[in-house]
C-alpha cells in the first residue's frame, strides 16, 4: 500500500463535487433490511470508480495513481498497480483494463490477468468515463466536450465525436454509445458504427454516472439528487425520480438502479428499473463515488474512507 503521495489535481477536483452546492434537503427513503450482507475492504488512496473482469473487481486510486485488483469472492487484494496520474474511470473489454488518467491526459491499458502494463495513449482534454464496444473504446474528454473512439487492440484513434459540455459517464446500449454531459445537463446519443450524432436529451442538473437496463438510459443527476430515466429507442424522458443527496455513481443488478449518494454521510440508494419506484437506502462509506454489479453483490467505492463495499443481499 502506497503512502505519502501529493494530492493531486484530480482529488482537488473529487473534493470539489464532494463540496455543498445546494441547500436542497435529501429525500426520504426506507432502509434495506439487514439481511443484506455488507462487507468493507480497505484499498489505497482515494477510491473513486470500479470496473468488473468476470472474477475480480478492480477501483482506480486517485491519490496514489494507481489501481487496486481485489478477487471478488473474499476481497482479498491481488495487486496494486501503477498507471497515470489522477485516474478516475474504468473498464473491461473483455481481456484488459482500461483507466483514464485525468490529469496525465491518457490512457493507460493493463492486462487484467497479471495487471501488465500493455501501453498508454493520449486523449486530450481530461478522459473521464469510457465505454467497450465490443471492437473499440470510448472515452469522453470533460474539457474538450467530446469522446474519442479508438481500436482496442492498439489504440489507433478512429474518430473524435463532439458531444456536451463536461461529458463524464459513457455506456454502450448494444447499437449505441450514450454520454452524460455533466456541464450541459444532457445526454448524447451516438451511432456507435461511425460515431454518427442522434439525439441529444436534457436530464436533471449535472448528471456524472449513466447506465443501461435493456430498454432504458439512466443518469445520476448530482445537483437534482435524481435519477432519470430514459426511453433508448427514441431518448424520451420516461421520469425523474428524486433519492438522496448528490447522486453520483449508478449501475443496474437486473432488476434495481443502484446509486451512489456522494455525502459525508455515506449511503448508496437503490429503485425499481421497471417504475423507479420504492427507494431503499443502505449506509456505506464516506463519500461514495463508483458502484457496480458483479452478477451478485452491489460494489461501492467510498472515496473519503479509502475502503469499498461489498453489499450481498
Known sequence: MKTGRIITLSFLFSLFHLALVIGSSPAKAE?????????????????????????????TLDVDNAVAKLRASDGIILGTFDVGRCPTWI??????????????????????????????????????????????IWVASYDDGTVTKMQGSDGTVLGVFQVG????????????????????????????????????????????GIVFD????????????????????????????????RATGIAFDGSRIWSTLNSAA?????VSARSGAGEKRINV???????????????VANLADNTVNKITP
Not at 455515506?266 to 437503490?270: E, P, R
Not at 463508483?290 to 451478485?296: K, Q, S
Open 91 to 136: 473498464t473491461f473489454d473483455g481481456t484488459n483494463i482500461w483507466v483514464a488518467n485525468f490529469c496525465d491526459n491518457s490512457l493507460t491499458k493493463l492486462r487484467a490477468s497479471d495487471g501488465a502494463h500493455i501501453a498508454d495513449y493520449l486523449v486530450a482534454g481530461r478522459p473521464t468515463g469510457m465505454a467497450w464496444d465490443g471492437a473499440n
Open 165 to 208: 459540455p463536461g461529458p463524464e459517464g459513457v455506456v454502450f446500449d448494444a447499437a449505441n454509445i450514450w454520454v452524460a454531459n455533466n456541464v450541459g445537463k444532457s445526454v448524447t446519443k451516438l451511432r456507435a458504427s461511425d460515431g454518427g450524432f442522434l439525439l441529444e436529451a436534457s436530464v436533471g442538473g449535472d448528471a456524472i
Open 214 to 245: 435493456g430498454t432504458k438510459i439512466w443518469t445520476a443527476n448530482d445537483l437534482d439528487n435524481s435519477l432519470t430515466a430514459l426511453r433508448a429507442s427514441d431518448g424520451a424522458v420516461l421520469g425523474t425520480f428524486q433519492v438522496g443527496y
Open 266 to 270: 455515506g449511503n448508496v440508494a437503490n
Open 285 to 299: 462509506g464516506g463519500h461514495p463515488m463508483g458502484v457496480l454489479f458483479d452478477g451478485t453483490s452491489i460494489w
Open 31 to 59: 432502509h434495506l433490511e439487514q439481511r443484506a450482507s455488507i462487507e468493507t475492504f480497505h484499498v489505497g488512496h482515494g477510491p473513486k470508480y470500479l470496473a468488473f473482469d468476470g472474477a475480480n473487481v478492480w477501483v
